[in-house]
């Protein structure tokens, strides 16, 4: 079985994608790339880093895409998702941000960006730019395990691939028991539910990108700007 590339937060940069295709052209093994959304950003190149990726060159490793924050965001902006207003955005951006972000996007863009989808299942796999929760929900190596557990039983797989907080990183559910009482009008009830081995894995942002073999589970982390570790 062939190895993934997951990335994310190219933010309209097409010279950071030409580079980190480069870096993917000298990993052995490498068929499939993933881009876990914010693709769009306040780049003078967004438009031309969109072009490439819905008509990518013949040599390029053939991008899976799904959406983002941004792409959300940004949506919600030009009214793909009716009454959803884009909050967010306008308090994490000033005024001037958010129009140079709205300028560097042509319309012509949007329609493709809307029925990219929130999220893919691969194998156990799920890959995803948040979590389950939502595409502005942030896991990362502080998360409560609780959490964690909900946001990968929620996709039913054993390992959520997520990149919204940025970070590189791989949690391990190691499995064990979760004990709950139910109490009614007549009597209280134990629970027991058996917690597999899981995995939530951060795949990081911009240079930093992630390779995944799902034969033998193994993960690297890498830099378009240094080694693999």
């Known amino acids: 079985m062939e190895r993934w590339a997951l990335i994310s937060g190219l933010r309209g940069d097409l010279?950071?994608?030409?580079?980190?295709?480069?870096?993917l052209e000298k990993q052995r093994?490498?068929?499939?790339?993933f881009v876990l959304g914010d693709m769009i950003g306040p780049n003078s190149k967004c438009d031309e880093l969109l072009n490439r990726l819905r008509?990518?060159?013949?040599?390029?490793?053939q991008p899976h895409c799904i959406?983002?924050?941004?792409?959300?965001?940004?949506?919600?902006?030009h009214g793909y998702h009716g009454e959803a207003k884009a909050d967010e955005i306008h308090r994490q951006s000033d005024a001037f941000e958010v129009q140079r972000l709205l300028k560097t996007l042509s319309t012509e863009h949007l329609s493709w960006l809307a029925t990219l989808?929130?999220?893919l299942i691969e194998l156990d796999c799920g890959l995803i730019h948040g979590s389950s929760a939502g595409v502005g929900d942030e896991l990362d190596e502080t998360t409560s395990p609780l959490i964690l557990l909900d946001r990968l039983?929620?996709?039913?797989v054993n390992r959520l691939f997520t990149e919204r907080s940025g970070r590189q990183f791989r949690?391990?559910?190691?499995?064990?028991?979760?004990?709950?009482?139910v109490k009614d009008h007549a009597r209280e009830q134990m629970h027991e539910q058996q917690v597999p081995r899981r995995s939530v894995i951060g795949v990081g942002s911009g240079v930093h990108y992630t390779l995944y073999d799902p034969a033998s589970d193994h993960i690297e982390f890498c830099s378009a700007m240094d080694r693999c570790r």
């Open 29 to 33: 093994g490498t068929a499939h790339l």
């Open 117 to 119: 989808q929130l999220g």
């Open 171 to 181: 949690l391990t559910l190691t499995g064990g028991q979760i004990q709950s009482r």
């Open 55 to 61: 008509r990518p060159k013949r040599s390029d490793l």
């Open 153 to 156: 039983t929620r996709l039913d």
């Open 67 to 77: 959406y983002g924050w941004l792409e959300e965001q940004v949506l919600s902006l």
């Open 15 to 23: 010279d950071l994608y030409e580079q980190i295709q480069a870096d």
